[in-house]
């Protein structure tokens, strides 16, 4: 099983829609969660953080589900430029060693006109 | 614009050649991290430097060799690699709190003929 799992997609979205999608991961000692999206050929750029009460920004909320061992990000309104693929990302300390994050494989979000 | 710079952008070399990736940031982030991306895949950890010292190497092999020279600066030693060491090498770096997130360079795309 890996450790973090995504839906790879691709979730085709009309513009304006919504879209939800989940990540899973396998160890429930892992500490702090984030999504990052990734654009072709660019570098993972922080979207948000997520928290356990669950977080907002702007359009994007995220939801972390410590018991089932899920994380989800949804998206409003959705715009053109909101087509990329979403990394779902666990972080987890490694005594005296420093933070260690693992990938999911991504998910891939295409917005149409 | 990333506030973590790697240079170059791009690569080209043969498998005898001997190469360096470099990666400075200026945030004052105490941990900073080499990753391996190839196409359609997440981000892979290869090594993690925590206060200028390495703390994490997750089994890379030797003809990758990581250096710290301080705070601010990390470099990637490049030497006998294989055609299949193809791929975006990324940086990121981190204040080393686990719920702080890592922020990425853009990357250096590196082939090997």
């Known amino acids: 099983r890996k450790e973090v799992e995504q839906d790879p997609g691709p979730f085709n979205v009309p513009e304006g829609a919504t879209v939800a999608f989940n990540c899973t991961y396998s160890n429930s000692a892992s500490q702090s969660f984030f999504w990052y999206r990734q654009d072709c050929r660019k570098e993972p750029k922080l979207l948000m953080s997520v928290y356990s009460s669950g977080n907002e920004d702007g359009r994007f909320t995220a939801q972390l589900n410590r018991a089932s061992q899920y994380i989800s990000l949804l998206i409003r309104d959705s715009k053109l430029s909101d087509s990329a693929t979403y990394l779902c990302v666990v972080n987890d300390m490694i005594k005296a060693a420093g933070n260690k994050l693992t990938f999911g494989g991504g998910t891939r979000v295409l917005v149409k006109p | 614009d990333t506030e973590v710079t790697q240079t170059p952008k791009h690569l080209v070399m043969g498998m005898t050649n001997k190469k360096s990736l470099k990666c400075e940031q200026h945030?004052?982030?105490?941990?900073m991290y080499w990753y391996k991306q190839k196409a359609k895949k997440p981000p892979e950890l290869m090594f993690v430097?925590?206060?200028?010292?390495?703390?994490i190497n997750e089994s890379v092999p030797s003809r990758f060799s990581p250096e710290c020279p301080n705070s601010s600066l990390l470099n990637l030693h490049l030497h006998a690699l294989q055609p299949e060491d193809s791929a975006l090498y990324l940086c990121a770096s981190s204040h080393g709190q686990p719920n702080q997130p890592q922020h990425f360079g853009d990357g250096t795309r590196l082939s090997i003929l």
């Open positions: 945030m004052g982030h105490r941990a």
């Open positions: 430097y925590s206060y200028e010292k390495l703390s």
